[in-house]
């Protein structure tokens, strides 16, 4: 599934930006329930990090986590 990626996140972080918004909400993680895999976190840090290459600092970049992260 191409949204699993970061390009994916990019893309739509730069269409909201070019449509004007000044900040962008996501869910980065790709599971569903309380605990993650290695591989889960680091694709979420990958795509964070791209989308915040892509739109620049002035964009508020906020992670939504829907409560669904334990602190383990």
């Given at each position: 599934?191409?949204?699993?990626?970061?390009?994916?996140?990019v893309?739509?972080a730069?269409?909201?930006?070019?449509?004007?918004?000044?900040?962008?909400?996501?869910?980065?993680?790709?599971?569903?329930?309380?605990?993650t895999?290695?591989?889960?976190?680091?694709l979420?840090?990958?795509?964070?990090?791209?989308?915040?290459?892509?739109v620049?600092?002035?964009?508020?970049?906020?992670?939504?986590?829907?409560?669904?992260?334990?602190?383990?």
């Amino acid at each position: 599934m191409e949204r699993s990626y970061p390009g994916a996140a990019v893309k739509t972080a730069q269409s909201n930006v070019e449509r004007g918004f000044t900040a962008l909400k996501g869910y980065p993680f790709d599971h569903r329930g309380l605990y993650t895999s290695y591989a889960v976190e680091k694709l979420a840090l990958d795509k964070l990090e791209a989308v915040r290459d892509a739109v620049g600092p002035e964009v508020e970049v906020i992670v939504e986590c829907h409560g669904r992260l334990t602190p383990a």
